[in-house]
Each structure stands twice: as structure tokens, then as C-alpha cells.
């Protein structure tokens, strides 16, 4: 089993930055991949970026450029630096992780979540 713990979240104006947090504990694995992904009230789970244990990473169109993912294995964590930051991204952020050889960008291929971390920003 894998617990996973986001922290960071928080309100900040448009054109700020922040950057999220995700410690790991529990098993590890080889081959794994960790995403970011958020929901706003009333939407569907969006994936924003994605890492794998190679450090190869994608990008959804709604945030390439701006946010950036990252991982200290040294820490078992996982990052999402966030720049540039607008209304819409708004939203529940959680973290996630699937053991697999691909990283895919769909909410539903991965098992284990953390709670959530909210991030709002105001115009």
C-alpha cells in the first residue's frame, strides 16, 4: 500500500506562484509513474503533469509552460511548481501515483490518491 500527503495549497493573486508538495510512504516500487491532477466543483479529474521514475514528464496544454513537476526521491516527495498563476486554476489539487512502464494523463489509471490540497486564485 501507498499513502501519499499533499501540502502547499493556499489563495494568492493572479500572477503569483506557488508550489505544492506530495510526500510518499508505505511501498515503493521500480517502474511507477506520479501525476498532479485537479478538480474544480461540478468538473471532471484533470491531468496536469505526469513524471515517471526516468524523470520524463508531460504536460496537459492548460499548463505547459507554467507549471512544472518534479520529484526528490532523496525525500519521497513529489512537486508541482506552479508560476504565472490564473483564476482558472482554481481548484483542488491531489497527487497520485500508478505502477506502470507508461504514464498516462487519465485520472482513472491511477489507484492511489492523496486527500487534496486547494489552491485559489483571485483576480
Known amino acids: 500500500q501507498v499513502q501519499l500527503a499533499e501540502s502547499g495549497g493556499d489563495s494568492v493573486q493572479a500572477g503569483g506562484s506557488l508550489r505544492l508538495s506530495c510526500v510518499g510512504s508505505?511501498?515503493?516500487?521500480?517502474?511507477?509513474?506520479m501525476g498532479w491532477f485537479r478538480q474544480s466543483p461540478g468538473q471532471g479529474r484533470e491531468g496536469i503533469a505526469t513524471?515517471?521514475?526516468?524523470?520524463?514528464?508531460t504536460y496537459s496544454d492548460s499548463v505547459k509552460g507554467r507549471f512544472t513537476i518534479s520529484t526528490d526521491n532523496t525525500k519521497n516527495t513529489l512537486y508541482l511548481q506552479m508560476n504565472s498563476l490564473k483564476p482558472e486554476d482554481t481548484a483542488m489539487y491531489y497527487c497520485?501515483?500508478?505502477?506502470?512502464?507508461?504514464?498516462?494523463?487519465?485520472?482513472?489509471?491511477?489507484?492511489?490518491w492523496g486527500q487534496g490540497t486547494q489552491v485559489t486564485v483571485s483576480s
Open positions: 513524471t515517471d521514475n526516468f524523470s520524463r514528464t
Open positions: 508505505g511501498d515503493s516500487y521500480g517502474n511507477h509513474c
Open positions: 497520485a501515483l500508478r505502477v506502470a512502464n507508461d504514464c498516462s494523463i487519465r485520472a482513472a489509471m491511477y489507484p492511489y
